[in-house]
């Protein structure tokens, strides 16, 4: 679809890291929290990410994603209008449901909601978890 599209990724999972290093994907496996943004991508997109990361966190991921992307930013997580803390697998502190894309408008205010949508588990044709998402554009840098 895209021959010339170069693809990196910033994934914590060894195994899946070498699966992408195997399709010619350039990978850092790290935590986000650890990333250090080294160039600008025309599309960051991050999906199922900041609903794990402790709040106390989010202002600087969200920084990483600002500081990565020279054109659009897409967030798919889970959305809550407030924030709230939710169980999950038994654990507490470990998956948050908030306002991301809101908050990212807020924090950068040359950013622009270009589109939104839902994604829902029982779609037939793109089946996939009950996700929000939010394509951002940068209007400039």
Not at 51 to 69: C, F, G, R, T, W
């Amino acid at each position: 679809m895209l021959p010339d599209c170069e693809i990196s990724a910033v994934e914590i999972n060894k195994k899946a890291t070498q699966i992408l290093h195997s399709k010619g994907f350039k990978v850092y496996n790290q935590s986000i929290l650890d990333f250090n943004v080294d160039y600008k991508r025309d599309f960051v997109f991050i999906k199922t990410v900041l609903i794990h990361i402790n709040p106390e966190e989010l202002q600087n991921v969200y920084q990483k994603l600002y500081d990565a992307s020279s054109q659009y930013i897409m967030i798919a997580e889970y959305y809550n209008p407030t924030p709230v803390e939710v169980l999950y697998r038994g654990h507490s502190s470990k998956l948050f449901k908030r306002d991301f894309a809101g908050e990212m408008l807020d924090k950068f205010s040359n950013l622009k909601l270009v589109d939104y949508g839902f994604t829902y588990h029982r779609d037939n044709y793109y089946c996939n978890d009950d996700l929000n998402w939010f394509l951002l554009e940068k209007l400039d840098d």
